[in-house]
Every structure is written in structure tokens, then in C-alpha cells.
């Protein structure tokens, strides 16, 4: 008796990585969830909604986008880390994916013992801008005006998370401007609002919301976080070409994959969103909210995640903020 069971356990042992590659390589056999865990109206929802459509085409089955709410991404982020890793529950992350395991030390999830990284979909850099009437055309020259009188002026950021992180690391680490005033926004339309207005005069903030009044003119672009000049403004110099090197901060958007998911389904899906942002459609349609394809390897996001928590650590101990 005891030796059959042992046969039998045996034998479905020997059967279980069988079921697992049938399962596989019927993937996907039924609608796949796609959790964008912000509100609808984003960079972010926007980009899963192409994927979604465009992945169900390619695929044959629905994918769906849900966004779910809540904590800074931290709730929809958190129920996927719980969703089984068969490759039917996906998850759309920012910087703050990375970012929010060195601000907050609540989170219901790890980062990297939690999730499977599957690609960097889509990147954009963030932009120094001013108002028009400010007296500085360059880098060099807002450096100048800047260190010359830091109580009289003050620039416009995000308040909490990736942007706060990246504005610190500019002016206040990088630009030694201790005393000019970070002035923080919940969101991108105040920020770009107060600037507008004059009422901060220097705003660093992500490109898409900025992009519409730097063409009309209504803000002075002084320079871009990406390594490279943006497509959108050849003509804006990068900060390591305006001399302010090793500030390299771009916006980015990738996809993930609760912890376990197998491989094949990731190989699968990195390599289909790789053909999806090459196509002129969804080039173009990316363009037009001042966003790039990247399709990365799951290994070079996987490592970018590692990357982030450890500079974004040392920014928050380096200019004293506090950890929630």
C-alpha cells in the first residue's frame, strides 16, 4: 500500500510540468485582467488601454483594463501580488512601483520578492521649465539667477513620491539650492497652473503635461532629464549637455506579473508589447502624449527596479526626508 502511493505520488510529479507547458502554450485561453491601479485619464491608463486592444488582437482573447484606486498605487499593486502567476492578472507600474518601497514602509507587497518584471512599455523625461518672465534662458543661467537669490524664488513639483525624489535630487543635492522653495503639488495641472501664473517660477515636473504650453509658448523649456534630447523638442538640451550631469530621471511605464508567472508567457508578452510600440500607430499615438516605446527585456526591468530603489534610498537619506 505504501509503495503504490509512493507510485502515485511519483507519477504526478512526472505529469505537473506537462500540464504546466499544455497550459502555457494554450496561453491565453480565456480574458486577461490588466490592473492599472490610478485613475482612468493618465499616461498610464492611457497606454494600457493601447495594450489591452492591441494585445487582444494579437492574441486572439480579451484583455481588459481595471483600474483600481488607492494609496498611490499601492492597493491595486498590492491585490495583484496576490493574483495567481498563470499570466491572467497583470499589473501597469510607474517609478512609484520602485519609489514607494523607500517612502512608505507599509506597503502590502514587495517590489522584487513579489512580482515578475516583464517590460519597460514606454518612457518620457521630465522637464525644467519656466514662466516667460523669468530671467533665464539656459541652465547655466537659471543656476546664475537661482544661487544669486534662493528666498526670492520658488519652483513648482509633485508633492510626494518619484517627482519629489527627482526634484530634491536636482536642486537641492545637485544644485546645492538649499534655501529655494519647493513648492508641492498633488497633481500636474496645479503645478503647471502656479507656474502659468507666475506664482512659482520654475516648475520641474514630467513632459506630457508640460508639453502643450511649451509649444504654445506659455513656458520656457530650459532642459530635459532623459540621456537623450526628446523628439518632441530636438532643440531642448538634455542636463548632462547644460552641464548638470548624473540626473537622468525619466518617466516610465511598465508591466509586471504576480511573482511565479512562468517564463514562456512572460517571453510571450515582453515580446509582443516589443511588437505593439514599433508599430506607426501606436508610435504616433504615444508621440502625441510625449511618450517612446522601449519593449526592454524582463532582465534590464528587473534590474532597473533594483537600480531605483537604491538611488531613490539614497536621495531620501541624503536630503533628510522622512520615510512614511
Known sequence: MKRHLLFCIWAALLLMPGLSQAQQADYP??????????????????????????LGE???????????????GAVGAGQVAQAAPDGYTLLVVTNDFAVASVTNTNLPYDPIKNFTPVTIVASSPQ???????????TMKELISVLTA????????????????????????????????????FNGAA???NSTLAGDTQVIFLGLPPVAPYLKSEKLRA????????????????????????????????????????SANIVTLLRDQVAAIVATPDVKSTLETVSFHGVASSPAEFAAQIKDDIAVWGKVMKDANIPVN
Open 127 to 137: 522637464v525644467v521649465a519656466a514662466n516667460p518672465s523669468f530671467p533665464a534662458k
Open 149 to 184: 537669490a534662493q528666498d526670492k524664488y520658488s519652483y513648482a513639483a509633485l508633492g510626494i513620491g518619484f517627482g519629489q525624489l527627482s526634484a530634491e535630487r536636482l536642486f537641492k543635492l545637485g544644485l546645492k539650492l538649499d534655501k529655494l522653495v519647493r513648492v508641492p
Open 29 to 54: 485561453s480565456r480574458q486577461v485582467r490588466i490592473v492599472v491601479p490610478y485613475p482612468p485619464g493618465g499616461p498610464s491608463d492611457l497606454i494600457a488601454r493601447i495594450l489591452a486592444q492591441k
Open 58 to 72: 494579437r492574441l486572439g482573447k480579451s484583455f481588459f483594463v481595471e483600474n483600481i484606486t488607492g494609496a498611490s
Open 190 to 192: 496645479p503645478a503647471v
Open 222 to 261: 530650459i532642459a530635459v532629464t532623459s540621456r537623450t534630447r526628446s523628439e518632441q523638442f530636438p532643440d531642448v538640451p538634455t542636463l548632462q549637455e547644460a552641464g548638470v550631469p548624473n540626473q537622468e530621471s525619466d518617466l516610465q511605464i511598465g508591466l509586471v506579473a504576480p511573482a511565479g508567472t
